[in-house]
């Protein structure tokens, strides 16, 4: 193809928001935008099985998926919209609860294929863009005004702007020289499917215990999707536990009276990790999403945290003139100083939750039992707390 104005390796959840947004509207003006994905369109059937990778995707994520399109390609039945959040400790007295505002919600649960299914399919709808699938890069070299990019296939495309959305290993980053420090929190995210007989409707549910937090997750009715973060030496005993054993130990874990239990899935668990990359640009090599930043899921906000990413830095890069370096080197330490301030507060955030509720010393128990609790009467706190679960 000719040359364009932006490159975009990777199309998935974030990815191909940020193509969407810098791409500008479909009957307005915007960036030519070519996207190099290096797997197959992704395909979803809202009649087949459900696939056990989720995503919460806030409220204001939601509305955003609605301007750009995406929305009108999802099937309402598949998306679990929440209104309502239940919180409590089980090793203290402490609770909090969260209300939506009017009949918007808080959010709602999607899976991760469902999303990036319409996105995808939003992006073949859009003039500017072009998605190269099944594609991969294999170098690049910047000079003042542009990026010449190299595929596998031997295609040279120039850009002035490359932007590596491709995942906690991205290969952008390692070839741009950015350093990405990682830290494990030594547990694992063990995820299924699973109804609750007597659940309460449209509620997100989340149980913290010693070992970690249980989250329950509406996909709607009865149905939940399940993550239960489990330091690493009790991961292969929960794997492997049958489900009678595996449903006995969850109920004390959640602690409360939601009537049966039952599986409806494989269980399946994952590392967790903390990271971050030392920039977020090089040059005119910029990064979003997992390729900049991961966070503990005890919050539910990583993708939340990316799609932030490709707003601002849309946001930054209008009416740029991307071959202009010093206009584009200002643009981006413009998104990179928004964007590593968020991210690192919302991160820390959830490390020091996630080392808090660890601590069993009777104090500090105490501690967040009167916090919550205090929390839990003031409205205007808890609305901008979950105004940050957007950003």
């Known amino acids: 193809m000719s040359d364009c104005d932006v490159i975009i390796n990777g199309g998935g959840m974030v990815g191909a928001i940020t193509a969407l947004l810098l791409a500008g509207p479909i009957d307005g003006e915007g960036r030519q935008v070519l996207v190099i994905e290096s797997q197959a369109a992704t395909q979803f059937d809202p009649s087949g099985p459900r696939q056990l990778r989720v995503s919460a995707i806030a409220q204001q994520n939601l509305q955003l998926f609605d301007r750009l399109g995406v929305l009108s390609h999802m099937d309402p039945e598949r998306l679990g919209r929440y209104h309502h959040m239940r919180v409590w400790d089980n090793q203290s007295t402490g609770e909090l609860s969260f209300e939506g505002e009017g009949e918007a919600g808080l959010g709602a649960m999607v899976e991760n294929h469902h999303i990036i299914a319409a996105a995808q399919q939003q992006m073949v709808n859009h003039p500017r863009i072009t998605v190269r699938y099944q594609a991969a890069i294999d170098s690049f070299t910047g000079t003042e005004r542009k990026v010449r990019v190299q595929l596998a296939d031997g295609e040279s495309i120039n850009a002035a702007v490359l932007v590596g959305a491709d995942g906690a290993r991205s290969s952008i980053r390692q070839a741009a020289?950015?350093?990405?420090?990682?830290?494990?929190?030594?547990?694992?995210?063990?995820?299924?499917?699973?109804?609750?007989?007597?659940?309460?409707?449209?509620?997100?549910?989340?149980?913290?215990?010693?070992?970690?937090?249980?989250?329950?997750?509406?996909?709607?009715?009865?149905?939940?999707?399940?993550?239960?973060?489990?330091?690493?030496?009790?991961?292969?005993?929960?794997?492997?536990?049958?489900?009678?054993?595996?449903?006995?130990?969850?109920?004390?874990?959640?602690?409360?009276?939601?009537?049966?239990?039952?599986?409806?899935?494989?269980?399946?668990?994952?590392?967790?990790?903390?990271?971050?990359?030392?920039?977020?640009?090089?040059?005119?090599?910029?990064?979003?999403?997992?390729?900049?930043?991961?966070?503990?899921?005890?919050?539910?906000?990583?993708?939340?945290?990316?799609?932030?990413?490709?707003?601002?830095?849309?946001?930054?890069?209008?009416?740029?003139?991307?071959?202009?370096?010093?206009?584009?080197?200002?643009?981006?330490r413009q998104y990179q100083r928004a964007r590593q301030a968020e991210v690192f507060k919302t991160s820390e955030l959830m490390s020091a939750l996630h080392h808090l509720f660890n601590n069993q010393s009777p104090p500090v128990k105490a501690l967040r039992a009167l916090g919550m609790n205090s929390l839990n009467r003031l409205n205007p706190l808890k609305s901008w707390l979950l105004h940050q679960a957007g950003s």
């Open 177 to 332: 020289g950015i350093e990405f420090k990682q830290k494990s929190y030594q547990q694992h995210g063990l995820v299924c499917y699973l109804s609750l007989e007597k659940a309460p409707p449209h509620t997100a549910l989340q149980a913290f215990n010693p070992g970690g937090p249980v989250g329950l997750l509406p996909m709607n009715g009865s149905l939940f999707s399940m993550v239960w973060s489990l330091p690493e030496a009790q991961v292969e005993q929960w794997l492997s536990a049958t489900d009678e054993r595996f449903i006995n130990a969850l109920q004390v874990h959640i602690n409360r009276d939601f009537g049966r239990i039952q599986l409806h899935s494989e269980r399946q668990a994952f590392p967790l990790i903390q990271s971050y990359a030392d920039r977020y640009h090089q040059d005119r090599v910029v990064l979003v999403g997992d390729a900049a930043h991961t966070i503990h899921p005890l919050a539910g906000q990583g993708v939340n945290l990316g799609f932030g990413d490709a707003v601002v830095l849309a946001e930054k890069l209008t009416g740029v003139a991307l071959r202009d370096s010093e206009a584009l080197t200002r643009a981006l």
